[in-house]
């Protein structure tokens, strides 16, 4: 069995701002990590994942991961926050023969401030 | 190329009723899986479905059902509606079965139960 848990239903950040989005993931096989965000009225986009190799992965709009095995954990990081990064983010695991089953967190609404 | 379609945008029902929803993946893709999404217990997996047969289910009642076509073109059927049924009802198309690939998400059916 596998599952997610992201720590913090909001956050709120300033513009320019660091984002930093907490996921860690539970899994008995190594896992497949992803990190999904959704608009509103819009379904969901892929903004980076993880399969194997390198750790530190770099996905859309400037946000990156790292999977750090030993903690059990793929944090969402940006440098510098825009206010077009508004949204719900959700980090997402599958595991290799488990088909295209994702389990989902249950999602961080990010709002960024002036 | 075209991205995922679902029909329809927005649904009205009352208890009682079925309902059918569509997906259409993006060309090529032959894996369809369904999600539901609701504020209580945020996204959560229906089934998959790749090349015509179920491959995959989600903890859901057997009101829920689902099939797909050889055209990859999936359908979603819940009987019986029940005012806990209202959500947001996302497709995801992926080429293959493997867990690793992006999944694509359509915008999905906001079903309502009165």
């Known amino acids: 069995a596998q599952s997610v848990t992201q720590l913090g239903s909001h956050v709120s950040v300033s513009e320019g701002a660091l984002v930093l989005l907490r996921c860690n993931y539970s899994s008995s096989v190594p896992p497949y990590l992803f990190w999904y965000v959704q608009y509103p009225n819009q379904g969901l986009q892929l903004l980076l994942k993880y399969t194997t190799g390198a750790t530190l992965v770099k996905g859309i709009n400037g946000f990156e991961a790292e999977f750090k095995k030993s903690e059990t954990s793929f944090h969402l990081t940006k440098p510098s926050a825009h206010m077009s990064d508004a949204a719900e983010y959700f980090c997402a695991v599958t595991t290799q023969g488990g088909g295209n089953k994702i389990t989902f967190g249950t999602g961080t609404q990010l709002k960024v401030e002036l | 190329k075209a991205g995922v379609t679902q029909t329809p945008r927005y649904l009205i029902k009352t208890r009682g009723q079925q309902v059918t929803l569509s997906c259409s993946p993006i060309?090529?893709?032959?894996?369809v899986s369904w999600y539901q999404q609701t504020p209580g217990q945020g996204l959560q997996f229906l089934f998959e479905?790749?090349?015509?047969?179920?491959?995959n289910k989600g903890n859901f009642p057997g009101r829920f059902s689902g099939r797909q076509f050889s055209n990859s073109r999936s359908e979603m059927n819940v009987s019986t509606l029940e005012l806990g049924d209202s959500a947001l009802y996302l497709c995801a198309s992926s080429p293959t079965q493997q867990g690793y690939n992006e999944q694509f998400f359509g915008p999905g059916t906001r079903l309502t139960v009165l």
């Open positions: 479905y790749f090349s015509e047969t179920q491959r």
């Open positions: 060309s090529g893709h032959r894996s």
